[in-house]
């Protein structure tokens, strides 16, 4: 693991990657963000902690501008931006047969997205709870705590494994590797399903969303479709404590003053990860024969709104 | 049918009580907006048509203030003012054995709720496809041409559904007696809970909705929901044929431009008669162990709306 690449530097892409090159390794940020990248090569990666503001000189550069091929790849673009990005780094031979691309995207079906272009022992699936801003190009802010969990795509144990785990608490990631990363996935997925649509399309925040009293009737079904589409591609999530973590989120001391990233995205004229989310959901719905109109409604109107606001 | 009451005298209310007026009937405007009722007593009702703005004479009182019986009360408030209206004119005699009720109201379930007040051979229910506008306080904006049609809520026929029709007809108000007006009333209310919350909730005009290439996946899923439940209930729809109306209201010539009233409801700071349309169905849905999870939604997503528009 000596040469990484972050596909994809913005905010959570930018922590991981610095964290990574603060820890002594050699890291490139690779991002599609002209202005960004070239801010970071002029006056390096300002990050701005709790405590400390300071400059990181960590090299970026576009997509189609590498030249050298990576031991590992680590994927934090949009989901909607990894087909795209990958292709570039595959045609660029940033990839080859010896490399590692792990995701830590959000949402679902990466793994299986990601074996179109290398064979899933390559692939790695990761989860993460850290979180991470964008104050603009080159500026990053990192407060709070997280932590990382990871798995081989196809489940299986190996040493590269161990090689990753090693760099993620090099640099004090916090990370740990998961016997059933697939039930992380499909948990956070399931928090995202329902607090980033219903947030986004009510332009409320987590807790005034929360307000409604039949608030759980419009929660429970989704949870339940998802429950139900997870069951047969054989993750066992459990619809009461995934209620539980939805319902912990709402107090405003916890995350409840928050618009969730979709609205954010929204509202900023950006294509939505909805695709991924509950549009996923739904199309796994339909494969496997289970109704998920829950899920398929709030896909339509997200996709309704995107009309509207995305320029 | 001397004594006639439009219980209701908005926008509709005022079209309705106003030609059966010019007809030479005794007529009363009942209302609960005080500067309307005070603005027609003091001015008269100014009404602008197409051709000419003329000021008709017509009295108007608040609903407490009503202390005559009538033979005929028209009933043309929103969904949910119906029942407090009722209640008063109930307690000041404004309603006998010998009253016909009649419900031109939007939505489901009036004549069921009405039955609380007075048997089914007193009340009739309505459907109009006559529009109306309010411009202001005793002000009516009067274009486009109509109909209604009607039957005793019971299915049966008697005399008096003859004479309330020859009321109508004098007016000019292009009406007939029915012999099936649950199916016109779910009929327009299949349009109704379709275009309104949708437009509603996502804030776009009727063209805007159907820009989407899958606006057709949101619209056929909610119709074929209200046409299970409507059969449940003995009312035979055509899927097909709502869709039909419903696609045929998309263009800019037809109701393209338009936002639906429950727009107009909510961004104006209004409660919206959501608990009447697609409020009524999931109820109805329940109760026949008929799943509306898209009806559901909606219902749930405009009382969430609501919460942050309504004063």
């Known amino acids: 693991m000596k040469k990484i690449a972050i596909a994809g530097a913005g905010a959570m892409g930018g922590r991981i990657g610095s964290q990574i090159k ?6 490139k940020l690779i991002d ?3 202005e960004h990248v070239n801010t970071i090569n002029e006056k390096g990666l300002e990050i701005q902690t709790e405590t400390d503001t ?37 045609d660029n031979k940033a990839i080859n047969e010896d490399t590692a691309l792990l995701s830590m995207m959000n949402g679902l079906g990466h793994g299986d997205r990601l074996s179109a272009i290398v064979p899933k022992t390559q692939i790695f699936l990761a989860v993460t709870m850290w979180t991470a801003g964008l104050r603009g190009p080159g500026q990053l802010l990192l407060e709070g705590q997280g932590s990382i969990e990871f798995q081989r795509a196809d489940g299986q144990a190996d ?28 948990s956070k997925a399931t928090l995202n399903s329902v607090l980033n649509p219903l947030c986004t399309i009510l332009d409320k925040t987590i807790n005034e969303f929360s307000q409604y009293e039949k ?10 479709e998802i429950v139900a589409v997870a069951e047969a591609r ?38 939505t ?8 959901i739904a199309k796994y719905g339909r494969e496997l024969g289970i109704a998920t109109p829950n899920n ?6 997200i996709h309704e709104l995107e009309m509207k606001h995305v320029k």
Do not use: C
Request: proline letters at 4%; a negative charge; charged letters at 20%.
């Open 215 to 224: 608030a759980r009737d419009i929660v429970e079904p989704l949870i339940g």
């Open 273 to 280: 990860e909805i695709d991924y989310l509950n549009g996923q």
């Open 22 to 27: 603060e820890a002594g390794y050699d890291v």
């Open 159 to 186: 040493e590269r494994t161990e090689r990753i785990n090693q760099v993620f608490n090099d640099a004090k990631l916090n990370a740990k590797i998961s016997d059933n990363v697939f039930k992380s996935i499909w």
């Open 54 to 90: 300071y400059t990181l000189e960590i090299p970026a550069v576009l997509p189609h501008q590498v030249n050298e091929t990576f031991d590992l790849v680590i994927i934090l673009t949009k989901s909607m931006q990894a087909k795209q990005m990958l292709r570039t780094l595959y």
């Open 234 to 271: 054989g993750v066992s999530l459990s619809a009461a404590a995934l209620l539980d973590k939805i319902e912990a989120a709402y107090p405003n001391e916890a995350q409840g003053l928050h618009y969730p990233s979709m609205h954010q995205d929204l509202y900023n004229g950006r294509y």
């Open 296 to 301: 398929e409604m709030l896909t339509h109107l």
């Open 32 to 34: 599609m963000w002209e």
